[in-house]
């Protein structure tokens, strides 16, 4: 009865082992691309050229060395659990203040292993926060980085945080063009705010334009916290991304225009509404099921329960974030992570 235990045991460990290094065979040509507004990765020093205060053990946030540590737990829990079977090959983050909360961040005991590479540059945004891009360099070499600084002609003192650009080697043989993104928040009214958000979205624009001109078939992808639905003007109509990919070359398609118009998803909730002004957009090439595509051609919402809260106020549930206002929650974000798998 013993010896018979021991070999099944010895059996489930083998087929484990097997079914393992078989899994990461099936995965070898598949990578995974999530983007995540992490909500205020702020580091608890005060920046004397930025507006950072709140988020000092002195200010109204008290943020402290422990809700520090605590909120970077959260973050790297959250990308563990977006990759499933791997850490994600590729992060496209926003709403990180600085280099060193990323070095933290990557040196995290559950990312650490993954040895991330990082693309970041402090933006001129009043507040100081950025966007970055984290790559395993197992899967993709950067080839060139560009900051695409954003400029208003309403106002040009205003300032915003630049888009990253990222043209790189996946799998070492194909070139992919990566655009990060945060555009301006809809804070002071939607049409108020919306001139801001038309201003980036003209010059993201012009540079896939350039792309589309340079190669015949571009892998574009774009991703970021847009602050608008994949329906409203400065998505859809003046960056152009469309909502049904009918195989034009030359054009962009937006991911989450199939869950936005389920009714059912949202990767953030304002109200009682979800909305989704995180998207993952990308060119016809990535589409067209030959070379470089993205799996199913489809993007997915991260929505997993220990993400949300329940809605007293709206009822239904909501992203579990960080702060209330003033009080301290210790959730996560209020954003959910969007990502897609990427397949040759």
């Not at 079914?19 to 990578?31: K, L, P, T, Y």
């Not at 000092?56 to 959260?74: A, C, F, L, Q, S």
């Not at 966007?131 to 205003?158: G, Q």
């Not at 220990?306 to 909501?318: A, C, F, H, I, S």
Request: glycine content about 6%.
């Amino acid at each position: 009865m013993l010896k018979a235990v021991f070999y099944s045991g010895l059996l489930w460990i083998l087929w484990s082992v097997l079914f393992m290094a078989s899994s990461r065979g099936q995965h070898a040509e598949s990578i995974r691309f999530v983007f995540y507004n992490v909500e205020n990765l702020f580091d608890i020093e005060d920046d004397s050229l930025t507006a950072d205060e709140e988020f000092t053990p002195e200010g109204d946030k008290v943020w402290n060395i422990n809700r520090y540590h605590e909120k970077v737990d959260n973050i790297a829990r959250t990308l563990t659990a977006v990759g499933e079977w791997e850490l994600p090959a590729l992060a496209g983050l926003c709403e990180v203040e600085n280099r060193a909360v990323l070095d933290d961040l990557t040196a995290h005991r559950l990312l650490s292993a993954a040895g991330y590479e990082v693309i970041h540059r402090d933006s001129p945004d009043r507040r100081g926060i950025d966007v970055a891009l984290l790559y395993k360099t197992a899967f993709f070499s950067p080839i060139e980085s560009v900051w695409i600084h954003v400029t208003f002609p309403i106002d040009t003192n205003m300032v915003t945080r630049d888009i990253l650009y990222v043209k790189g080697l996946l799998f070492q043989m194909d070139t992919i063009h990566i655009f990060i993104n945060h555009w301006p928040s809809r804070w002071g009214g939607v049409e108020a705010s919306l001139p801001k958000r038309v201003a980036v979205a003209s010059i993201l624009r012009k540079y896939t334009d350039s792309l589309f001109v340079a190669e015949e078939n571009p892998n574009i992808l774009i991703a970021g916290d847009l602050n608008d639905n994949p329906c409203d003007s400065a998505v859809h109509k003046v960056l152009g991304a469309r909502k049904n990919h009918d195989g034009r070359a030359g054009e962009l398609y937006n991911l989450m225009f199939p869950l936005y118009l389920g009714g059912k998803e949202g990767s953030l909730k304002y109200r009682a509404d979800w909305e989704i002004y995180d998207q993952i957009i990308v060119s016809a090439s990535l589409l067209d099921k030959t070379g470089l595509q993205v799996k199913n051609g489809k993007a997915s919402i991260f929505s997993s329960e220990y993400l949300l809260k329940e809605d007293e106020k709206y009822l239904g549930v909501k992203p579990f974030r960080t702060y209330a206002g003033p009080r301290y929650l210790g959730g996560f974000s209020d954003h959910l992570p969007v990502f897609i798998d990427l397949i040759r």
